[in-house]
Nanobody, 113 residues
Framework: QVQLVESGGGLVQPGGSLRLSCAAS????????MGWYRQAPGKERELVAQ???????YYADSLKGRFTISRDNAKNTVYLQMNSLKPEDTAVYYC???????WGRGTQVTVSS
């Protein structure tokens, strides 16, 4: 069955960096657009970044320049490199496969001193 397993979250100080990973299985990873969403407490889930099967990328305007999405089709993994983290980046980060709207369970990112 389809599985999306996020990892790499944790507690980081403001200005720090984290790299999230999403390991996919159960489908042909290379042909699907993948992406990252996040949901902060009391807020709606929002799109962070998307990467197409072609490698093209899209970012939420507020995150351009700080976050980078990438994929490794040989490892069936999509990554989110997050730099210059701010307290407002605190959220649960979810991986999504866009073709069939499969979701991972999420990984918590907390930015705090």
């Amino acid at each position: 069955q389809v599985q999306l397993v996020e990892s790499g979250g944790g507690l980081v100080q403001p200005g720090g960096s984290l790299r999230l990973s999403c390991a996919a299985s159960g489908f042909t990873f290379s042909v699907y657009a993948m992406g990252w969403y996040r949901q902060a407490p009391g807020k709606e889930r929002e799109l962070v970044a998307q990467i197409l099967a072609s490698g093209g990328t899209y970012y939420a305007d507020s995150l351009k320049g700080r976050f980078t999405i990438s994929r490794d089709n040989a490892k069936n993994t999509v990554y989110l490199q997050m730099n210059s983290l701010k307290p407002e980046d605190t959220a649960v980060y979810y991986c999504k496969q866009f073709g069939n709207a499969y979701w991972g369970r999420g990984t918590q990112v907390t930015v705090s001193s």
